[in-house]
């Protein structure tokens, strides 16, 4: 994202994924334009280790894709009789126990859960079609900016199957379990206007100041201090999950340690 980033080299360059570093902001880039950013277990093994791979310093992380399309889903080779080189195909995946199905799904959806760790903000900026897996990882990030070409879609019922790689959590917490259904279960398109009208998105800008508008929305995250940030978004992530009662005793232990912290009384 950041010019400065890109001079410093990439921590990781490899199976579609490039991480870089500038400071507290990373930036992990879909490096498959001409594949339109489709995904792999290879790819997911890069995410992983992107996520790995991430300085203490990092306080953000930006999620693009090169291209016009943010990611267009799983490479359709995984669904042929000989799938991908070195990969298991679905037709292999189907083979096993289901002890190990479980075990090898699992693995994959790591490429889609450490966004949300509460020492990060993770912002996706989202253009042309983030369909079925790309859907999902724009989901695994805490906010999402969208160009006003973007469209959402969830397709993986339309071709038998569910959406497994840890999007179902976010997507209903978003725009609520009915309309997260009917997207879901019709595989249609979800326009940028309407994802900004349904929370799944931030907000929408023209396509040519995506890279832009998350560059200074990347800045004013870095503005508060980052154990506040960190606090902040560990209350707002447990919120769904308490009563009334007990966010309220969150917000006062919270708060009691960002006091003594700032008095130098801290643990």
Same mark, same amino acid.
């Given at each position: 994202?950041?010019?400065?980033?890109?001079?410093?080299?990439?921590?990781?360059?490899?199976?579609?994924?490039?991480?870089?570093?500038?400071?507290?902001?990373?930036?992990?880039?879909?490096?498959?334009?001409?594949?339109?950013? *489709?995904?792999?277990? #290879?790819?997911?093994? &890069?995410?992983?280790?992107?996520? =790995?791979?991430?300085?203490? /310093? +990092?306080?953000? @992380?930006?999620?693009?894709?090169?291209?016009?399309?943010?990611?267009?889903?799983?490479?359709?080779?995984?669904?042929?009789?000989?799938?991908?080189?070195?990969?298991?195909?679905?037709?292999?995946?189907?083979?096993?126990?289901?002890?190990?199905?479980? *075990?090898?799904?699992? #693995?994959?959806?790591? &490429?889609?859960?450490?966004?949300? =760790?509460?020492?990060?903000? /993770? +912002?996706?900026? @989202?253009?042309?079609?983030?369909?079925?897996?790309?859907?999902?990882?724009?989901?695994?990030?805490?906010?999402?900016?969208?160009?006003?070409?973007?469209?959402?879609?969830?397709?993986?019922?339309?071709?038998?199957?569910?959406?497994?790689?840890?999007?179902?959590?976010?997507?209903?917490?978003?725009?609520?379990?009915?309309?997260?259904?009917?997207?879901?279960?019709?595989?249609?398109?979800?326009?940028?206007?309407?994802?900004?009208?349904?929370?799944?998105?931030?907000?929408?800008?023209?396509?040519?100041?995506?890279?832009?508008?998350?560059?200074?929305?990347?800045?004013?995250?870095?503005?508060?201090?980052?154990?506040?940030?960190?606090?902040?978004?560990?209350?707002?992530?447990?919120?769904?999950?308490?009563?009334?009662?007990?966010?309220?005793?969150?917000?006062?232990?919270?708060?009691?340690?960002?006091?003594?912290?700032?008095?130098?009384?801290?643990?």
């Amino acid at each position: 994202m950041a010019s400065s980033a890109q001079d410093l080299g990439p921590v990781l360059d490899k199976d579609g994924v490039r991480l870089t570093v500038d400071d507290a902001i990373a930036t992990v880039t879909l490096t498959n334009p001409a594949k339109r950013n *489709a995904q792999s277990p #290879a790819l997911w093994r &890069a995410l992983i280790e992107a996520g =790995r791979l991430l300085p203490g /310093s +990092v306080r953000v @992380v930006v999620l693009r894709g090169e291209g016009k399309s943010f990611s267009a889903g799983l490479d359709r080779q995984m669904f042929t009789p000989e799938g991908i080189e070195g990969e298991p195909s679905f037709i292999d995946l189907a083979r096993h126990d289901d002890a190990t199905l479980d *075990a090898t799904i699992a #693995a994959f959806q790591e &490429a889609f859960t450490w966004w949300r =760790r509460s020492d990060i903000v /993770s +912002v996706a900026a @989202v253009q042309g079609h983030a369909i079925g897996a790309g859907f999902q990882l724009a989901l695994a990030c805490d906010l999402r900016v969208v160009a006003d070409d973007v469209q959402f879609a969830m397709r993986e019922t339309s071709l038998g199957l569910v959406p497994d790689l840890a999007g179902t959590h976010p997507l209903v917490g978003l725009v609520g379990y009915a309309r997260a259904l009917e997207i879901c279960a019709t595989g249609r398109f979800v326009t940028a206007e309407e994802s900004v009208s349904t929370g799944l998105a931030n907000l929408a800008v023209p396509a040519a100041e995506l890279d832009a508008t998350v560059r200074d929305l990347a800045g004013a995250l870095l503005a508060a201090p980052r154990d506040a940030v960190i606090e902040t978004k560990a209350l707002l992530r447990g919120a769904q999950d308490r009563t009334y009662d007990e966010q309220r005793a969150a917000e006062r232990a919270a708060q009691a340690r960002r006091l003594r912290d700032l008095a130098g009384l801290g643990e």
